[in-house]
C-alpha cells in the first residue's frame, strides 16, 4: 500500500494568514490560490495575500462535484453568488472537505423549521460567529407574503428558537 500525503499550503501564503487564521485543513486551487479551513472561517489566499474570508456563520453549505473537481460554497444570505473552488488535486480534496463540513457544522447551534401558510419554508438557525457569540438567522425558501401574519409567525419561530438556547427572546 502507498501511503499519500497531501500538500500543504507553502510557507510564503501561510504568512498572509492572520494567526487565528491558521489552516486545519488547505486545498490548492486550479488557478494557483488556496483554499484554508481555518477554525473560524473560510480563506482563499494567493500570493498577494487574502482573496477570500468568510467566517462559517456566513456558509449555508458547500457542495463537491466530484466530476469536475469543484467545491461550490453556497451563502446563507442568498444574495452573494457561489463561490466556486476548482480543486487542482482532486484525491486529496476529501479531507478539505470534510473540515469544511466539520466547520460549517459546528457554527449551528440550533434549527427550526416550519412551511408557512403562503407556502414559503421558514428556517431559523441559531449560530455561532467567529468569535463564539451565538445569534439567530432567519431564512427563507420560497415567496414571503410580508403580512402581518406572517410576520407574526416567523417573529414566534425567532422567539422559540432563541429560548430554546438561552438566548433573550
Do not use: N, Y
Not at 26 to 43: I, M
Not at 83 to 90: G, I, P, R
Not at 151 to 156: A, G, M, Q, S, T
Amino acid at each position: 500500500m502507498i501511503l499519500r500525503r497531501d500538500r500543504r499550503l507553502p510557507e510564503p501564503l501561510t504568512a498572509h494568514l492572520a494567526p487565528r487564521d491558521a489552516p486545519l485543513a488547505s486545498a490548492e486551487l486550479a488557478d494557483g490560490t488556496w483554499a484554508v479551513v481555518a477554525r473560524a472561517a473560510l480563506v482563499v489566499v494567493g500570493p498577494g495575500g487574502v482573496v477570500v474570508r468568510s467566517p462559517w456563520h456566513e456558509v449555508e453549505r458547500g457542495t463537491w462535484d466530484g466530476d469536475e473537481s469543484v467545491l461550490t460554497v453556497t451563502w446563507v444570505d442568498g444574495v452573494r453568488a457561489p463561490l466556486e473552488l476548482k480543486v487542482q488535486d482532486a484525491p486529496s480534496a476529501e479531507r478539505f472537505t470534510r473540515a469544511l463540513r466539520e466547520r460549517v457544522q459546528s457554527s449551528l447551534v440550533h434549527s427550526e423549521s416550519a412551511e408557512l401558510p403562503g407556502g414559503a419554508i421558514v428556517m431559523v438557525h441559531i449560530r455561532r460567529d467567529e468569535d463564539g457569540a451565538l445569534f439567530s438567522q432567519v431564512t427563507a425558501r420560497g415567496r414571503l407574503r410580508d403580512d402581518a401574519e406572517e410576520r407574526r409567525l416567523v417573529d414566534e419561530m425567532e422567539r422559540h428558537a432563541r429560548a430554546a438556547v438561552g438566548l433573550a427572546t
